[in-house]
C-alpha cells in the first residue's frame, strides 16, 4: 500500500504544481472535477445505507458552483446555487410523488454534499485568483499537508490520548499537537521559500505564512473529521478507491475544502495587509 500511495504521490504533485502555476481556468476545470466526483463519492457513500440524494446531480451541481465562481465570482456562484437549490427540490418532489417516502431527508442531503464538495471547493480558486495568490495557494495547501503527515508521524510514535475515539480511533492529542508544530514550521519555511521566487515586490512574510499554517492545521483537522463522520455512518473505510492506496478523492481533499476557504479570508483579511 505504502508503495502505490508514494506512486500515486509523484505522478500527481508535478502535475498538481503546474497546474497551481498556471491557475484561471485550468485550474478551476481540474478543482471542478475534484469537486464532482467527491460529491459523487458523498452520494454514492449515503446511497449505501438508505438514502437517496441526486447522485448525479451533485457532482454536477458542484462542479459547476465552481466553474460559476470562476467565471463570474461570487454573484455567478450565488446564481447557480439558487438554482441548484430549487433544482434539487423539484427533483425530491417528483420522487416523493412517485412513492419515495423519505424524499425530504434525500433533499437535504442533496444540498449538503452540493454545496459543501462544490461552494467550499469554489474557495481554492478564489485564493488562487487574489493578488500573490499562486503564492498564497503554495502555502495553504501544502501546510495543511505537511502538517497532516507531520501529525500522523508523532501520533504514531508518541500518541497515548485519544483525539476523537468514536470519528478517528487513531488520532490523538500528541498527533495534533504535532500537526500543530509542523504547519506553523511548514508555512513558514514555504513563506521564505516561495519569497525567494516571488521577488521582494511581492514576496510574503514568513511570520505570515508562520501564523497562516498554524491557524490551518489548527482548524482543518475537522474537515478529515468530518468526512470520517460520514464514512463511518455509511460503514465503509474510503469514500471511493479511485486512487490507489489513497482511497477516494474526497479522501484527499476533506482537509483541503476548509483549508480554502479559511486561507482566502484570512489573506483577504489581516494577513493580506
Known amino acids: 500500500m505504502l508503495a502505490s500511495r508514494l506512486i500515486v504521490a509523484i505522478l500527481l504533485l508535478p502535475l498538481g504544481a503546474w497546474v497551481i502555476a498556471l491557475g484561471g481556468l485550468p485550474l478551476a476545470l ?3 472535477l475534484l469537486s464532482a466526483i467527491a460529491a459523487w463519492e458523498v452520494a454514492h457513500m449515503l446511497g449505501k445505507i438508505g438514502y437517496r440524494p441526486s447522485e448525479w446531480g451533485m457532482p454536477f451541481g458542484a462542479a459547476l458552483l465552481v466553474l460559476a465562481y470562476h467565471q463570474a465570482g461570487t454573484e455567478g456562484a450565488a446564481f447557480i446555487l439558487s438554482l441548484i437549490l430549487l433544482g434539487n427540490m423539484a427533483y425530491h418532489l417528483i420522487d416523493f410523488e412517485r412513492g419515495r417516502q423519505q424524499a425530504a431527508t434525500d433533499f437535504a442531503v ?4 452540493t454545496i459543501y464538495c462544490g461552494w467550499l471547493a469554489a474557495y481554492m480558486v478564489a485564493l488562487r485568483a487574489l493578488p500573490e495568490g499562486k503564492w498564497w495557494f503554495l502555502i495553504v495547501l501544502p501546510s495543511v499537508w505537511l502538517a497532516d503527515s507531520g501529525a500522523y508521524l508523532i501520533g504514531s510514535r508518541f500518541g497515548r490520548h485519544l483525539f476523537a475515539p468514536r470519528l478517528s480511533p ?10 500543530l508544530i509542523s504547519g506553523a514550521l511548514s508555512g513558514w519555511i514555504l513563506a521564505a521559500l516561495w519569497g525567494l521566487g516571488a521577488g521582494p515586490d511581492t514576496a510574503i512574510a514568513a511570520w ?11 482548524v482543518t483537522p475537522l474537515g478529515d473529521l468530518g468526512e470520517s463522520m460520514i464514512k463511518r455512518q455509511a460503514g465503509v473505510k474510503d469514500s471511493s478507491h479511485i486512487l490507489p ?12 475544502l476548509w483549508a480554502g476557504v479559511l486561507g482566502y479570508y484570512l489573506v483577504t483579511g489581516w494577513l493580506g495587509k
Open 170 to 179: 487513531h488520532k490523538t492529542w500528541e498527533g495534533y499537537w504535532g500537526g
Open 208 to 218: 505570515k505564512g508562520a501564523v497562516l499554517g498554524f491557524i490551518l492545521s489548527a
Open 30 to 32: 481540474v478543482v471542478a
Open 110 to 113: 442533496s444540498v449538503m454534499g
Open 245 to 256: 492506496g489513497h482511497g477516494g478523492i474526497f479522501d484527499r481533499i476533506d482537509s483541503w
